[in-house]
């Protein structure tokens, strides 16, 4: 399809013309704004863009859309200056001057809003892009990032701004790379759960210039932080960062400070490696760990030093056309081994064996479960991709004798490329693999490419892959060569490869050089669309609801491929889900739970929860976690976290239902309002509350979701399992 060009001039155009042309250019941005239809690129001629010139504020780029700024030499010649109010659960009133959608991109422009609650960009939506744009001036915050966007903010600068250059909220990740932020009380404010890639990027002349608070965990890479007046990098909270790892270098310089270089002000201890640093101006808990780089030549390009076109094409993977017909369907389990027989990776298994790639152990079995060395790896790849070329010469390693049971493996796994060897002359073929390396490894042995960064932002985990991996992994999730079992956007990079997951990601790669057929498999990563599929929802009453936590990320099912939507949820699976979709703030200070030892799978969430005021112990210090949880205590938690108490709805609401004396008189109030807000689910033309019966897993997800939709962060669904106050 062509993509629509509209032209805007705020001194020659008119918003009378149709700004097709150069010659009959529109006025305003608002209106080509208006006139954008899918995919569209507006032109903005050089000039101040505000209210004085015709623009309502805020500007709201709109799906697909292109925005591009005339330049003045090298600089933006266009400014957006001014804001309009938006309102945001969150944040509350604020004055924004530019909102951009899903899949926008926004290039070479100046960004002013002066107002006291001033906000230049906001983002909470998808994938939107930001190029060459200045932000200066801005009451509070330059740019801000919240709920689960993934921006990707390249060769920007942002100035003089009240609180901070950018903040990231709630969720966000994202990337920015070589962005400016000077002169600011905060260059850069990452807080809640945030967890974006921050590389290449200036910070300078600020208060302080990087932040970490709450438990954000960012990834620092080849950045500046100098010259600011108190802290180069600051830590609070629980907040940490992937300020270097042994084989993955932070190549940060935190130099000439004012008071402290880092400052780190948590109990958790800050790893850094590979970065510039003077161990005299690190303050708190920070550990300087060794480098294990490998040579060069096994750290592949980073995809970010790529500089395509916007939009960057999508490249077809290798086999496309085939994928329009159906998969093979292979059931569950392998046919030839029997410790395999319900193993989620036997048909991968079994496929390789037939091909005559792979065979079992001695004993007859495979040990799916068993972690591969480097060596079992070299033996996997040379065995299924025998007829890949020499990419380089080989050469002797110092703990590899000739007379080593996988020496020609080895030996053939270096000159294909599949492997690297390390700085001190060493392969290290007994150390174990991890998923990362496994997964660079194959992709960059089969020679493959063409991944984009935004195709790892469907891993809930994406800010453990290694900044040398992000190339790599972007072109295997986008190949399918990426396999994750049993949660598919759960990548656990650093966890060591299993011989399963090993045989899966072979197989996925003989698949994409046309050696092999595809098999179905729901553990496959498929970008952009890879959503848990269950199959026990059919004709379920709450279906629309879970499938729309499913899209955000927020609930999972079972191994079997089960939600179990009328099981029971746990309290501490309920503070999970808390914390995935509301990242609280902190409102009152932590206590101990003495059932809730500090080692717990989710006692960080649980006090994430408690913190901020959802949900509660008991008179005895307790927490239950492993409890199930009440329907009553499903309203308290979510009304007490996100609403106002003091302007409940009134109490007389419940007096229609037939049960209503069996509410526990503390939660009369948040019931109340939970009704108001169609929070709680009855059968149809049923009006009881069954406050103290065990809350089920659909009736939680529905509660949620609902609260999510009163946020307007989801869209509204009917539902006649909706309790309404009055009776219809």
């Known amino acids: 399809m062509t993509r629509q060009v509209l032209y805007v001039d705020p001194q020659q155009g008119r918003d009378d013309r149709d700004g097709r042309s150069p010659t009959q250019p529109l006025k305003t941005l608002t209106q080509a704004l208006q006139r954008s239809r899918g995919e569209t690129r507006i032109q903005l001629a050089t000039g101040t863009y505000s209210a004085r010139s015709g623009e309502q504020f805020p500007l709201k780029i ?52 002066p107002a006291a609650q001033g906000i230049g960009l906001w983002l909470a939506d998808g994938q939107p892009q930001v190029h060459q744009v200045v932000v200066r001036q801005c009451g509070q915050y330059g740019v801000v990032a919240l709920d689960r966007v993934l921006p990707t903010l390249q060769d920007c600068r942002l100035e003089d701004c009240g609180q901070a250059g950018m903040v990231f909220f709630t969720q966000s990740k994202g990337q920015l790379e070589r962005v400016g932020g000077i002169r600011n009380r905060v260059g850069l404010w990452i807080q809640d759960a ?47 960062a992937d300020f270097g790892q042994s084989q993955d270098l932070g190549l940060n310089t935190v130099r000439q400070n004012g008071q402290l270089d880092i400052y780190n002000a948590t109990p958790r201890s800050l790893l850094s490696c590979g970065n510039d640093v003077v ?61 395999m027989a319900d193993h989620w990776a036997g048909p991968f298994v079994d496929g390789l064996v037939a091909a005559e790639v792979i065979a079992g152990l001695p004993d ?77 490894a194959v992709t960059n042995g089969l020679g493959r490419s063409g991944g984009r960064v935004d ?11 290694p900044s040398y991996a992000v190339d790599a992994v972007a072109t295997a999730t986008r190949q399918r060569l990426v396999v994750n079992y049993p949660e598919p956007l759960l990548l656990r990079p650093a966890e060591t490869m299993t011989r399963g997951e090993l045989a899966a990601l072979i197989y996925q790669g003989r698949v994409a050089s046309g050696l092999a057929e595809q ?17 026990d929802l059919d004709d379920h009453w709450a279906t629309g609801f879970i499938q729309g936590l499913t899209s955000l990320n927020l609930v999972s099912g079972y191994s079997d491929g089960r939600f179990d939507p009328d099981g029971p949820i746990t309290r501490a699976q309920f503070a999970t889900l808390i914390v995935n979709a509301f990242a609280p703030a902190a ?106 019966q065990i809350a089920t897993r659909a009736e939680t997800s529905v509660a949620v979701y609902q609260a999510l939709a009163d946020q307007q962060r989801v869209p509204m669904i009917q539902s006649n399992y909706l309790l309404s106050p009055n009776p219809s």
Not at 519 to 533: A, E, G, L, N
Request: glycine share 6%; proline share 11%; charged share 20%.
């Open 587 to 692: 409102v009152r200070p932590p206590i101990n739970f003495v059932d809730v030892p500090p080692d717990f799978w989710a006692a960080a969430v649980i006090q994430s929860a408690y913190r901020g005021n959802f949900m509660a112990g008991f008179p005895d210090q307790t927490f239950a976690p492993e409890h199930p949880l009440l329907r009553v205590q499903i309203w308290v938690a979510l009304v007490n976290g996100l609403y106002d108490l003091g302007t409940s709805s009134a109490q007389e609401t419940l007096t229609s239902f037939p049960d209503r004396n069996v509410l526990p008189q503390y939660a009369l109030q948040q019931t109340a309002i939970a009704l108001s807000k169609q929070f709680i689910t009855a059968a149809p033309d049923d009006r009881r509350l069954r406050p103290n």
């Open 364 to 440: 007859g079995t495979f040990r799916p479960n068993r972690s591969v060395t480097r060596a079992e790896f070299a033996a996997f790849v040379t065995a299924s991709f025998p007829d890949r070329p020499r990419q380089r010469s080989p050469r002797q390693f110092r703990d590899v004798r000739s007379d080593f049971w996988a020496y020609e493996a080895l030996m053939r796994a270096y000159t294909t490329g599949f492997l690297s060897g390390f700085p001190d002359g060493s392969l290290r073929p007994e150390a174990l693999i991890t998923r990362t390396q496994a997964i660079v």
């Open 62 to 113: 709109p799906v697909g859309c292109e925005v591009r700024g005339a330049t003045v030499g090298d600089r933006p010649g266009v400014t957006l200056e001014g804001g309009g109010q938006l309102q945001h659960p969150l944040l509350g009133r604020q004055s924004v001057t530019c909102l951009l959608a899903d899949a926008t991109l926004l290039h070479t422009v100046n960004i002013t809003n």
């Open 279 to 339: 161990p005299q101006q690190l303050r708190g808990p920070v550990d300087l760990i060794a480098s294990e780089l490998p040579d060069p030549s096994a750290v592949p390009p980073l995809l970010l030093n790529r500089q395509p076109d916007f939009p960057a094409p999508e490249i077809d993977p290798p086999g496309a056309d085939d994928r329009l017909e159906p998969p093979t369907v292979v059931p569950l389990g392998s046919t030839r081994f029997a410790d």
């Open 194 to 240: 945030a967890a974006p890639l921050i590389r290449a990027c200036r910070l300078e002349r600020c208060e302080i210039g990087l932040a970490i608070a709450d438990t954000a965990n960012p990834v620092l890479r080849e950045n500046q932080i100098r010259f600011n007046q108190t802290y180069g990098i600051h830590l609070t909270d629980r907040g940490t």
């Open 519 to 535: 098999i179905q498999s729901p553990y496959i990563v498929r970008p952009d669309t890879t959503q848990p599929t269950f199959n």
């Open 455 to 465: 195709d790892i932002g469907i891993y809930r985990d994406r800010a453990q892959i």
